[in-house]
């Protein structure tokens, strides 16, 4: 998959990750899609009913916003992704279903982290021209309102009005690298991989640079989260058409121990089908 601002999948499966149960059936992944919407929709419902009452924890405030970007992407853009091919309609109706989803994930996170830090807008915007003493407790807000901006961005088939805050997802990657570089097993630099390949100013050496990423991503994870691997494959591999690279990735990912680290387990398993599902679509991504 080719990350374009104008294909309405851009800065894709760096966040689709799920936190329901280790124990999570493989099965339930593959074949029922619905189980992980109601699952998603039902845990937005009864946080989004304790937020509507102010009776809602920081950490609840978190996962609110952390199942809608999930909803998002993991549900809404996954779907839309796979029947876009034999049924446009239905896939335009879900992008559009998701950019309601990912702008509230973002009016959440922007809201709380200005109740945080009263400059962060301002910060966001010129983040040159002000500083801010960001904690590790304000990372994975960061990363999750990161994850919103490049959901946005991908569900709003380029529109301008969106499109223009892509720079802000490489301002908090960035932000939340310099504080935590090592939370969530690299997530940060998984992202980084994602967001070099899609960037408006992007480096001359773009595999370089995401190369580097993905060297620290799989050094933080010790090669056990197959983010890093499918961001490479989809962002670099495909875009510069190497389609040894892309095999050679996707079937590490296949191949990977899933028990190895219970807190990835059901991230992988979630990637280990995506794997499959691309390796079906390679003679589409590939021209030769």
Known sequence: MLVKVSSGKPLFIIFVLFFFVACTPRALIRYYPNIIEKSLTNKIKTLESSFNNNDLSDEQLLELIQFKV???YGY???????????????????????????????????????????????????????????????????????????GIISSSRAN???????????????????????WNYGALYSAMISFTASRPDAPVDVRE???????LAIQVSKKQDAAPYLAFAENISVKEQNKIEFMTLTNFVLKMDINKNPDLRLSNIISQERARWLQSKVDDLFYE
């Open 209 to 215: 640079v995401a190369q580097s990423y993905f060297d």
């Open 70 to 72: 999930q909803y998002g």
């Open 160 to 182: 301008p009005k969106w499109v223009i805050h892509l720079p802000k997802i490489g301002i908090l990657l960035e932000a939340g690298i310099q504080i935590d570089p090592t």
């Open 76 to 150: 809404l853009l996954e779907q839309a992704d796979r029947v876009q091919d034999d049924n446009y309609f239905m896939a335009i109706n879900l992008q559009d279903r998701a950019q309601l989803v990912f702008i509230e994930a973002i009016g959440l996170a922007k809201d709380e982290l200005v109740n945080r830090h009263h400059s962060f807008n301002d910060w966001l915007n010129k983040p040159l021209s002000s500083n801010i003493d960001f904690s590790r407790k304000d990372v994975p807000i960061i990363y999750w309102l990161a994850a919103a901006y490049g």
